[in-house]
């Protein structure tokens, strides 16, 4: 009985594990959309897919047999599809559950057709690129999300999401989870998807492809951020220290400042570990690392004032 329950559990929350100092591409599904519909990305979710119910350890050894078998799997689920409420001011979708929206979607305003990256809050680095033929469009969005090992084993899903001709979204539940267990700063892994349909429009055929790739990187908690402004001898003009997350919106250098030197001071087990990073007057933007309450590390953008 017991060993019927464990393999069950294994099956529910099947995941890919990874330890310290190892970086994993997995691929995802890849070839033509099986909905038919167009694939536009993934909604990302942690520690179960969507419309998933996480059971512990206790409550799953307790079912019998047959309450095991009875388990839901298409919980607030449409055929297996979970629908997005599309909010017209933020021009962004909502899933009804927490999670994390990274997909490129149509949006028609006026009878136009726009493409935009709609991206979710721990989304950081993202990067879009679209290309239009006459015979294929092509979506492909890149990102990242940065967690800190002090927020607990984290398992992430990528709940593949579509969007009908009507201009509807939804989401289908993932396969297996991923994550980084006890890895160290630097770790990471990265999960990619790509699927196509065909549309005909006028008698015209062609491919609609959507190609999207998110990452997960391990991070020590920043505890603290120093901005060093330095002359063009190299040397040292004025140091200052802020909280993470408090920089201020614009970042004033001094009139002879020829660049600035962030250290990011991070809590590891170890100590403290510092990184460095430098910000010459090509960059327009200051960005500085800080820790959300769930562990997800986000940037803090100071857009950067040099002095002309």
């Known amino acids: 009985m017991m060993k019927n329950k464990r393999k069950y559990l294994s099956v529910l ?46 409550e799953i050894e307790e079912m019998t047999e047959e309450e095991l078998s009875n388990l839901p799997r298409n919980e607030n689920g449409v055929d297996g599809k979970f629908y997005a409420e599309f909010k017209e001011e933020e021009k962004t979708y909502d899933f009804n559950q927490e999670g994390y929206t990274f997909i490129s979607v149509e949006i028609r305003e006026n009878e136009e057709v726009s493409y935009s990256a709609l991206i979710g809050e721990v989304i950081s680095d993202a990067s879009s690129h679209f290309t239009f033929t006459d015979e294929e469009e092509k ?17 992430w899903y990528f709940n593949p999401v579509y969007q009908e001709e009507d201009g509807d979204v939804y989401a289908m539940r993932s396969g297996p989870g991923m994550g980084l267990d006890g890895a160290e700063e630097g770790s990471q892994a990265s999960h990619a998807m790509d699927e ?48 993470p997350g408090k920089l201020p919106e614009t970042y004033k250098p001094l009139s002879d400042a020829e660049y600035i030197i962030v250290e990011t001071h991070k809590k590891s087990p170890e100590g403290t570990l510092v990184s460095r990073e430098i910000f010459d007057e090509t960059k327009e933007n200051l960005e500085t690392y800080f820790t959300r309450e769930d562990g997800i590390i986000s940037i803090n953008h100071s857009i950067i004032e040099w002095t002309e």
């Open 13 to 58: 929350v099947l995941s890919l594990m990874l330890f310290t100092g190892c970086q994993l591409a997995l691929e995802g599904k890849a070839g033509e959309s099986f909905s038919g519909d167009r694939f536009v990305g993934v909604f990302v979710t942690r520690g179960s897919s969507i419309g998933s119910k996480v059971y512990i350890d206790t």
């Open 196 to 243: 196509f349909t065909t549309v005909t429009e006028n008698g015209v055929t062609k491919t609609v492809r959507t190609n999207v790739k998110v990452n997960l990187v391990m991070m020590f908690r920043p505890e603290m951020i120093r901005v060093i402004e330095m002359d063009e001898k190299n040397k040292p003009l004025s140091e200052k220290e802020y909280e």
């Open 139 to 155: 979506s492909e969005i890149e990102g990242t999300i940065r967690y800190t090992p002090e927020s607990g084993e984290a398992v």
